[in-house]
């Protein structure tokens, strides 16, 4: 989530107050790592529309009226199987990793574990108090990550907030050992130039890298001023993750000027995202090739030595893209969706008035072969159900559902909910199928709705921020091939090759 220093909208480097602090120092007593295991949730029915209701809904969104507040409503093929509330851990929910039966929820104080071999009932394995925005999260064996991307007093899951400019602020990734899901044990951290807004990783047999991408729109971070025009690249020896060190800085915009070489933003390009560093990048490992989403640009990289990533095309969107997102490939690897994230987030951008081209999704084939492909823009997508005027609403994390010779994406909109869409003809996308609630308040705008919505298993999971975790099932002839994809591990930043 993009953090916009403005008057109007929600700061999102949260800190943990005194009283909330103390609150949760009580409901996790373990040390730095402290993880408590709970008995299991009991999840009431979600509160959905009945089948006599689901007609009428869908009519009514049609025809541009907004559910009641905080009303379940979804087309036909969806349906709502469960809904986990959010616990111990009182802040913003933010992304998702999957291992076997098991789902990692990350939170703006932390993160927590489910077990889902019953998708219709999870369970909560354990909490781990943390504070750290955003705290991104990713597995691979027995090892999860954890991005810093706020001013901590340390590194330790004990630390405070405090101002950037102290010469003692930490931020950075942070790494743990999660053998035991009841008890996941903090092993060690590394600091990084600008901390870790979000990371991917790119794992090998006795190895995992970690890009770390980061940014600052405002440049308060000493280590954040442009350029900032790079990445970190942590290399983690598996046997021995408290060794963990960057290994790299690679620059991906090399420029002249203060500024570096990526898009220079406003006022040369009103409205559109100076670069000073990367939002997300996915990497196709099975292909050695990686989509980065970077404030103002939009790359494509190689990835053939992970150590030294390299830039193979760079394209810019300066009409319609503010805030270059994140990026999914489809599975045969001649596409990419990138998201633009107009807002950062917070603001109410799926209404008439921003029109279906602005905070949505860029679909781009790519042309060519080896290092001479190019991205070609075909389309945009947005979803087709105007929210209200109080509902944050923007294209944002998503991923693939694997169904052979089709390109079907689940993905997240905050308070526009959880969209199915096709992007198979890349000019003419279209949705076929939704899951959202109704405006979160009425009075103003409050950051709510879907962090991350991602099919893993047969089953579609969506963060909620505020709601916690929902799972869905898709009952849709179109997607009924991919129920019987099974993957062991799915860190959606880490695409795999489904068909492999």
């Given at each position: 989530m993009?953090?916009?220093?403005?008057?109007r909208?929600?700061?999102?480097?949260?800190?943990?107050?005194?009283?909330?602090?103390?609150?949760?120092?009580?409901?996790?007593?373990?040390?730095?790592?402290?993880?408590?295991?709970?008995?299991?949730?009991?999840?009431?029915?979600?509160?959905?529309?009945?089948?006599?209701?689901?007609?009428?809904?869908?009519?009514?969104?049609?025809?541009?009226?907004?559910?009641?507040?905080?009303?379940?409503?979804?087309?036909?093929?969806?349906?709502?199987?469960?809904?986990i509330?959010?616990?111990?851990?009182?802040?913003?929910?933010?992304?998702?990793?999957?291992?076997?039966?098991?789902?990692?929820?990350?939170?703006?104080?932390?993160?927590?574990?489910?077990?889902?071999?019953?998708?219709?009932?999870?369970?909560?394995?354990?909490?781990?108090?943390?504070?750290?925005?955003?705290?991104?999260?990713?597995?691979?064996g027995?090892?999860?990550?954890?991005?810093?991307?706020?001013?901590?007093?340390?590194?330790s899951?004990?630390?405070?907030?405090?101002?950037?400019?102290?010469?003692?602020?930490?931020?950075?990734?942070?790494?743990?050992?999660?053998?035991?899901?009841?008890?996941?044990?903090?092993?060690?951290?590394?600091?990084?130039?600008?901390?870790?807004?979000?990371?991917?990783?790119?794992?090998?047999?006795?190895?995992?890298?970690?890009?770390?991408?980061?940014?600052?729109?405002?440049?308060?971070?000493?280590?954040?001023?442009?350029?900032?025009?790079?990445?970190?690249?942590?290399?983690?020896?598996?046997?021995?993750?408290?060794?963990?060190?960057?290994?790299?800085?690679?620059?991906?915009?090399?420029?002249?000027?203060?500024?570096?070489?990526?898009?220079?933003?406003?006022?040369?390009?009103?409205?559109?995202?100076?670069?000073?560093?990367?939002?997300?990048?996915?990497?196709?490992?099975?292909?050695?090739?990686?989509?980065?989403?970077?404030?103002?640009?939009?790359?494509?990289?190689?990835?053939?030595?992970?150590?030294?990533?390299?830039?193979?095309?760079?394209?810019?969107?300066?009409?319609?893209?503010?805030?270059?997102?994140?990026?999914?490939?489809?599975?045969?690897?001649?596409k990419?969706?990138?998201?633009?994230?107009?807002?950062?987030?917070?603001?109410?951008?799926?209404n008439?008035?921003?029109?279906?081209?602005?905070?949505?999704?860029?679909?781009?084939?790519?042309?060519?072969?080896?290092?001479?492909?190019?991205?070609?823009?075909?389309?945009?997508?947005?979803?087709?159900?105007?929210?209200?005027?109080?509902?944050?609403?923007?294209?944002?994390?998503?991923?693939?559902?694997?169904?052979?010779?089709?390109?079907?994406?689940v993905?997240?909109?905050?308070?526009?909910?959880?969209?199915?869409?096709?992007?198979?003809?890349?000019?003419?996308?279209?949705?076929?199928?939704?899951?959202?609630?109704?405006?979160?308040?009425?009075?103003?705008?409050?950051?709510?709705?879907?962090?991350?919505?991602y099919?893993?298993?047969?089953?579609?999971?969506?963060?909620?921020?505020?709601?916690?975790?929902?799972?869905?099932?898709?009952?849709?002839?179109?997607?009924?091939?991919?129920?019987?994809?099974?993957?062991?591990?799915l860190?959606?930043?880490?695409?795999?090759?489904?068909?492999?």
């Open positions: 993009t953090l916009l220093n403005n008057s909208t929600r700061r999102r480097r949260l800190g943990v107050g005194a009283a909330a602090a103390g609150l949760l120092a009580a409901l996790l007593t373990a040390a730095p790592a402290g993880a408590v295991p709970d008995p299991g949730d009991s999840p009431a029915a979600p509160k959905s529309v009945s089948k006599s209701d689901e007609a009428r809904t869908e009519k009514a969104i049609e025809r541009g009226e907004i559910p009641a507040p905080d009303e379940v409503v979804h087309s036909r093929n969806i349906e709502h199987l469960a809904n509330p959010k616990d111990a851990l009182p802040g913003l929910n933010t992304d998702i990793a999957f291992q076997g039966k098991y789902a990692f929820a990350g939170n703006y104080d932390g993160f927590r574990i489910y077990d889902i071999s019953n998708p219709k009932a999870p369970k909560t394995v354990s909490q781990v108090l943390c504070p750290g925005s955003q705290n991104d999260v990713s597995v691979s027995n090892l999860l990550f954890l991005s810093t991307d706020s001013s901590r007093s340390d590194n899951c004990k630390s405070t907030t405090q101002p950037a400019t102290e010469k003692s602020s930490w931020e950075g990734m942070k790494i743990f050992d999660i053998s035991d899901k009841s008890n996941p044990r903090y092993v060690s951290a590394v600091e990084t130039a600008c901390g870790s807004h979000t990371h991917t990783l790119v794992p090998e047999r006795r190895n995992v890298y970690v890009y770390v991408s980061s940014y600052s729109p405002n440049a308060t971070f000493p280590d954040c001023r442009p350029p900032h025009d790079g990445i970190s690249v942590i290399k983690v020896p598996r046997k021995a993750p408290e060794k963990a060190a960057v290994v790299n800085f690679p620059v991906l915009f090399p420029g002249e000027g203060p500024d570096g070489g990526g898009n220079p933003g406003g006022p040369t390009n009103p409205g559109v995202s100076k670069t000073t560093g990367c939002h997300d990048i996915t990497v196709l490992p099975s292909e050695d090739l990686a989509a980065g989403a970077c404030m103002g640009d939009g790359i494509l990289f190689s990835i053939k030595d992970p150590e030294n990533p390299k830039v193979i095309d760079q394209v810019q969107d300066n009409a319609n893209f503010a805030f270059w997102h994140s990026a999914t490939f489809n599975q045969r690897a001649n990419v969706v990138f998201t633009d994230e107009l807002g950062g987030g917070s603001g109410a951008t799926c008439a008035a921003t029109g279906p081209e602005r905070g949505a999704n860029g679909i781009y084939e790519i042309k060519g072969k080896g290092d001479k492909r190019t991205l070609v823009f075909k389309s945009y997508f947005k979803i087709p159900r105007h929210q209200a005027d109080t509902e944050n609403c923007v294209a944002h994390n998503g991923s693939l559902i694997p169904v052979r010779g089709k390109d079907l994406m993905q997240a909109w905050y308070q526009g909910g959880v969209s199915v869409w096709d992007f198979t003809d890349s000019s003419k996308p279209k949705e076929i199928g939704y899951f959202e609630r109704g405006p979160h308040t009425t009075d103003k705008i409050t950051t709510a709705g879907s962090w991350s919505a099919y893993y298993n047969g089953r579609v999971y969506s963060n909620d921020i505020e709601k916690g975790l929902d799972v869905l099932k898709i009952n849709d002839k179109r997607t009924d091939s991919a129920q019987r994809v099974r993957l062991h591990e860190n959606v930043q880490t695409q795999p090759d489904y068909f492999d």
